[in-house]
């Protein structure tokens, strides 16, 4: 394992977390950021669902733009702008200011999220066994401190750039630096010139779809908890606001937990068993959270579904990386679409469920939809070469014990 190596995981995962940060930071005061702005719970969605759209447009670009530019310039450029939109958010006044901030927001994420990944998936096939898992962690633990910040600030009751501006100010320069370590490593030749993704390899929509769905119902999951979470909270149990920020940090807190122990259970259990049990366990939690009778249920609810969703994300990524071993930046461009979809499906979906009919029976949604990935559960076994030779690509299960798969 060359020094090169290490330094790149490194640094990605330092990505990660500080990613997990700003987003933390901004999904647990949107009550704040609807007060400061007037944005109405009619209009609230409308804000919601545009930054996963914007996001979508930002992966589709980055597949394009990685035939000729590397994942790490990419993310280099792109994790800062996620910063300075974040303190915009903060900082504006007018609904226009806020909407043209997190329109930077939401583009700027979709080119981050789909190049971080794009090194996570890399990385793993050099390092042979899984590590995909251990980024998606530091992500976790990015969230933690981003809700533990704004925990601070609700308690204290200060404004939004009073919050953001020292985060800036302290991961802005932390990420530029960090980026240097870099490293874009695909087929093992860390740093060096690399062929245009899917290079010699085609890829085949159908094959993906599989893991789309399951992408797609993971982030309908995961987009409940970020943007519904604390006002769930204190309109539904009645929390206090400070109180409303709570359940984010402990779904981030089980999040971190089931992601540093994950890729010890793929190794040892092969991903359909863990991304089966993960399905079960979420849904399980959003049972709790939909009948829960006051806020501390809730918050075991969020503990459960931090358990159960952490795992199926990161080994979606990981599946399609093996899928496609010579286009898995085009793979993985593509599936990070519908992280996006299922934000752009989930946040609306619930909110309009919640007025129609109740919050608590919106819950029950994203429940059943979780279970979908039940059936699509083989998709994360090994897959027949489709490229000739009629060979089998290693399971899961073998990555770590020298296999070549990843």
Known sequence: MTDVLRRGRGSLAFSFLVQGVAFALLVTRIPAIQDRY???????????????????????????????VRPSRLLRWSQPVVLLALLGVGAGERMVELGVALAAFGLAVGVLDASMNMLGVSLQRSYGRSIMLSFHAAYSLGGIVGASLAWVGAHWHLALWVSYLPVVLVLLPAVLVGSRWYADDRGGAAGEAEKPAGEGQGLVFKWLLPLCLVMTVA????????????????????????????????????????????????????????????????????????????????????????????????????????????????????????????????????????????????????????????????????????????????????????????
């Not at 969605?45 to 589709?60: Q, R």
């Not at 929390?239 to 807190?253: D, H, R």
Request: proline share 5%; charged share 15%; hydrophobic share 50%.
């Open 219 to 406: 982030y309908i999951g995961d987009s409940t908890v970020s943007n519904w979470s604390a006002k769930y909270l204190q309109d539904v149990l009645g929390s206090s606001e400070q109180m409303a920020t709570v359940p984010y940090n402990v779904y981030m807190v089980t999040t971190l937990l089931g992601r540093a122990i994950g890729d010890l259970g793929v190794r040892r259990f092969g991903a359909v068993a863990v991304v089966r049990g993960g399905a079960l366990v979420a849904a399980g939690g959003f049972a709790v959270v939909a009948g829960a009778p006051g806020a501390w249920v809730g918050m075991l609810g969020f503990t459960l579904l931090g358990l159960g969703l952490c795992v199926l994300v990161p080994q979606t990524f990981a599946a399609a990386g093996r899928l496609f071993p010579g286009a898995s930046d085009a793979a993985v461009a593509r599936l990070n679409v519908f992280n996006y979809v299922g934000f752009l499906i989930g946040s609306p979906l619930v909110g309009a469920l919640g007025d129609l009919w109740s919050y608590r029976g919106a819950m029950l949604v994203p429940m059943v939809l979780v279970l979908v990935t039940l059936v699509y559960a083989r998709s994360f076994e090994a897959q027949p070469d489709r490229y000739g030779g009629g060979h089998e690509r290693p399971r899961t299960a073998d990555v770590g014990r020298g296999s070549n798969g990843l």
């Open 38 to 68: 007037g944005v109405s719970d009619a209009l609230l969605p409308a804000f919601l669902a545009a930054v996963p759209i914007l996001a979508g447009v930002g992966s589709v670009t980055t597949e394009r733009l990685v035939k000729r």
